[in-house]
Nanobody
Framework: QVQLVESGGGLVQAGGSLRLSCAASGSIRGINAMGWYRQAPGKQRELVAA???????NYADSMKGRFTISRDSAKNTVYLQMNSLKPEDTAVYYC??????????????WGQGTQVTVSS
C-alpha cells in the first residue's frame, strides 16, 4: 500500500501562485512515477504533470510554462508549483503514484485531492 497526502490547495486570485505538496508513505520503493491530475466540475480528470523516479517530467500543454513539478526524494514528496493561475485552473487536484508490487504487478494509488479555486 502507498499512502498519498496532498496539501497546499486554497483560494487565490487570477495571476497568483500556489504550491501543492504530496507526501508519499508506505510501500514507496516500487514507485516509478508520481504525478498530478485535476478534475473540474462536470469534466473528466486530466493529467497536469508527472515526474519519473529518474527525474523526467511531462506536462499537459496548457500547463507548460506555468506549472512546475519537482520532487524531494529524501522527503518522498512531490511538489506542483503553479504560477499565473487562471480561473479555468479551478479544480480538485489529485496526486497519484504509479509503480509495481514485488510480484511485478502494477499499481496506481490516488490521494484524497485538494481544492484549488482561482477567482477572477
Amino acid at each position: 500500500q502507498v499512502q498519498l497526502v496532498e496539501s497546499g490547495g486554497g483560494l487565490v486570485q487570477a495571476g497568483g501562485s500556489l504550491r501543492l505538496s504530496c507526501a508519499a508513505s508506505g510501500s514507496i520503493r516500487g514507485i516509478n512515477a508520481m504525478g498530478w491530475y485535476r478534475q473540474a466540475p462536470g469534466k473528466q480528470r486530466e493529467l497536469v504533470a508527472a515526474i519519473t523516479s529518474g527525474g523526467n517530467t511531462n506536462y499537459a500543454d496548457s500547463m507548460k510554462g506555468r506549472f512546475t513539478i519537482s520532487r524531494d526524494s529524501a522527503k518522498n514528496t512531490v511538489y506542483l508549483q503553479m504560477n499565473s493561475l487562471k480561473p479555468e485552473d479551478t479544480a480538485v487536484y489529485y496526486c497519484n503514484a504509479d509503480g509495481y508490487f514485488s510480484d511485478s504487478s502494477p499499481y496506481r494509488y490516488w490521494g484524497q485531492g485538494t481544492q484549488v479555486t482561482v477567482s477572477s
